[in-house]
């Protein structure tokens, strides 16, 4: 049974930090793709950033490159997400997801096992 926890959500101000953690149980992050997503209320999901699995090379949307680091640590089999210069566009839902194989997608549908997410809420 796997499962992913993510923790670290809450408020923040414009300009700001937070920092996302996601903990895996039952599943290795360390050889598989894990991705950070975000969604709002009456949109898709959106990729935010993925390491990919075994080499660890990371991937970034435009939205959020130079300010979001994905970062792994596979003696704790976790993935985090490091927030710095938040804006309130960056308010959402923030799930963490992963595959059983090592390369990163952009799309939603290509993950299979998901968080319940966090909340993230910038105020201005």
């Known amino acids: 049974h796997v499962q992913l926890v993510e923790s670290g959500g809450g408020l923040a101000q414009a300009g700001g930090s937070l920092r996302l953690s996601c903990a895996a149980s039952?599943?290795?992050?360390?050889?598989?793709?894990v991705a950070w997503f975000r969604q709002v209320p009456g949109a898709g999901r959106e990729f935010l950033a993925g390491?990919?699995?075994?080499?660890?090379?990371?991937y970034y949307a435009d939205s959020v490159k130079g300010r979001f680091t994905i970062s792994r640590d596979n003696a704790k089999n976790s993935v985090y997400l490091q927030m710095d210069s938040l804006k309130p566009e960056d308010t959402a839902v923030y799930y963490c997801?992963?595959?059983?194989?090592?390369?990163?997608?952009?799309?939603?549908?290509?993950?299979?096992?998901w968080g319940l997410g966090a909340q993230v809420t910038v105020s201005s």
């Open positions: 039952g599943h290795i992050f360390g050889t598989n793709a």
């Open positions: 997801a992963t595959r059983t194989v090592h390369f990163v997608e952009l799309s939603p549908e290509m993950y299979i096992y």
């Open positions: 390491v990919r699995g075994s080499e660890g090379s990371t």
